[in-house]
């Protein structure tokens, strides 16, 4: 058993930045794989950023070079560092975790809404 909790979501103006933050709970072997996927109202989710134990990454074409995945095992949460925001951006964001990279997503967060507007 595994929870996801986000946070750290809100409304920030185009170019500026923001952190979401998810904090986990549960079994370890579970947090191998962590991620942040979002979905703006009327698109499919899309996966943003991914990190293994270890700290490898990728990100999706769309943010790569604004925004930052990272994780801290000790304190069990991932972090996701957005900046140079745009109004595409906005969506609501939601953590994952999985065992591995080739296993499916077992475990969702509630979500935390990132609006960016002026």
């Known amino acids: 058993q595994v929870q996801l909790v986000e946070s750290g979501g809100g409304l920030v103006q185009p170019g500026g930045s923001l952190r979401v933050s998810c904090a986990a709970s549960?079994?370890?072997?579970?947090?191998?794989?962590m991620g942040w996927y979002r979905q703006a109202p009327g698109k499919q989710r899309e996966l943003v950023a991914v990190?293994?134990?270890?700290?490898?990454?990728n990100y999706a074409d769309s943010v790569k070079g604004r925004f930052t995945i990272s994780r801290d095992d000790a304190k069990n949460t991932v972090y996701l560092q957005m900046n140079n925001l745009k109004p595409e951006d906005t969506a609501v964001y939601y953590c994952t975790a999985r065992g591995s990279l080739t296993s499916r997503i077992s475990y969702w967060g509630q979500g935390t809404q990132v609006t960016v507007s002026s």
């Open positions: 990190i293994t134990r270890g700290s490898n990454a």
């Open positions: 549960g079994s370890s072997f579970s947090t191998v794989v």
